[in-house]
């Protein structure tokens, strides 16, 4: 009961947090991700679901999307492939204001469209790169291809 009624109100967070986001600074980077992830469903809960035989014990995939902004770190190999100290002495960059959905009812383009969704309540008027991660799932490509030219990106 208590995760239902806080459940009402999480939409309204997300939506206010967008709308009062600091303006992303000259050079950052928007950065999109998405992933599958299999979960398992209550046995009351399975009746009309298939397992895939690779998958034993998922019922069902839950597709999760993130966006967050970095500035870019210059770096050489040897600064990523180094040990503790020096990586110390050049270090990476550091995500910010991160946006994680996860969602198991929607199929993946409509959830890779809300990560784009949170990406222009960021940028707006598309002035800043954008990168996606994905692993390689043809659908989440296909999906990603099919808003970035549906947005002109």
Do not use: C
């Not at 970095?70 to 503790?84: G, K, L």
């Amino acid at each position: 009961m208590l995760a239902a009624d806080l459940a009402r109100w999480v939409g309204d967070f997300y939506d206010h947090r967008a709308a009062h986001a600091d303006r992303l600074a000259d050079g950052d980077v928007l950065m999109m991700q998405a992933d599958g992830k299999g979960i398992a469903l209550r046995p009351e809960h399975r009746a009309g679901t298939r397992t895939d035989a690779a998958h034993p014990g998922i019922e069902k995939m839950a597709e999760i999307v993130a966006v967050a902004a970095f500035t870019p770190a210059v770096r050489e190999p040897a600064d990523i492939a180094a040990p503790p100290a020096r990586r110390t002495q050049h270090p990476g960059p550091v995500a910010r204001d991160k946006w994680v959905s996860a969602l198991i009812t929607d199929d993946i383009p409509a959830v890779i469209g809300r990560a784009f969704d949170e990406a222009d309540l960021r940028d707006p008027h598309h002035v800043h790169q954008r990168v996606f991660l994905v692993d390689g799932n043809k659908q989440q490509i296909t999906a990603i291809a099919e808003h970035a030219k549906k947005r002109g990106l």
